[in-house]
């Protein structure tokens, strides 16, 4: 496989530690090697380890290496998304099964959940999302909402199962989205989507709203997510600001 990203180099390592070539117990070759081996930075290297460590596959210890701790991740996927290019890696690697496509009209509370206004007409497209084989219980639910005139994204939703809903919008429509507004927040799962995420009603969960914009700030998509507490965690990484002339 072309390792062009951290993303693809910790998918390319957690391949090798589950087939078995590389061994629990063993040491990942060095940062130094993983660098000159894929023509990577130091930064994408670390970064891709961090993503192994935080799900359980290795540990890190200073003079000693990586070692290898676990074939499969840990129950639960933690994932860092600070660009439109991780969220779509997280697509892929977590597929969309579509339960659901229906018509709504926003009444108030669903327009001001979702920042449009009363009586906006929308399709709503219901899916869990699983990890790529569907194996294991669901990672979460996604209501993806889109303007009517959108409709035909449905089939390529379904065809598509591994790619965003916005991306094949981009494709389909000719709209660029330049912008994505995300808001978080947490709840506690209802009977019904409890069921059908194979969790306790009234577990906790993380709720995540995402708005893509388009130049003009007009949102295109709005996603709602919801992922039990224990199988999804969200890291983001900010860096300072330096001052003028600092």
Sequence with gaps: MSITSSHDLARHLTEAIASGQQEVGSLLPTEFELCARHGLSRY?????L?????????????????RVEARAPRQGFTQSIVTAE??????????????????VVADLALAGELGVPGGTRLLRLSSLRMEAGGQGRPMGWTDVYVDERFAGIEALARQSP????????????????????QEIGAITLSPALAAELQAEPGAAALKITRSYLDAEGEAIEISVSIHPADRFTLTMEMNRSRERGA
């Design 44 to 48: 994408a290297v670390r970064k891709a």
């Design 50 to 66: 961090d993503e192994l460590q935080e799900q359980g596959l290795v540990s890190r210890r200073k003079n000693v290496g990586t």
């Design 86 to 103: 991780e969220l779509a890696q997280f697509g892929s690697r977590h597929v969309r099964q579509v339960r659901e496509v229906v018509p």
């Design 162 to 181: 591994d790619r965003l809903v916005s991306a094949l919008i981009e494709e389909r429509y000719g709209t660029a989205i330049v912008r994505i507004r």
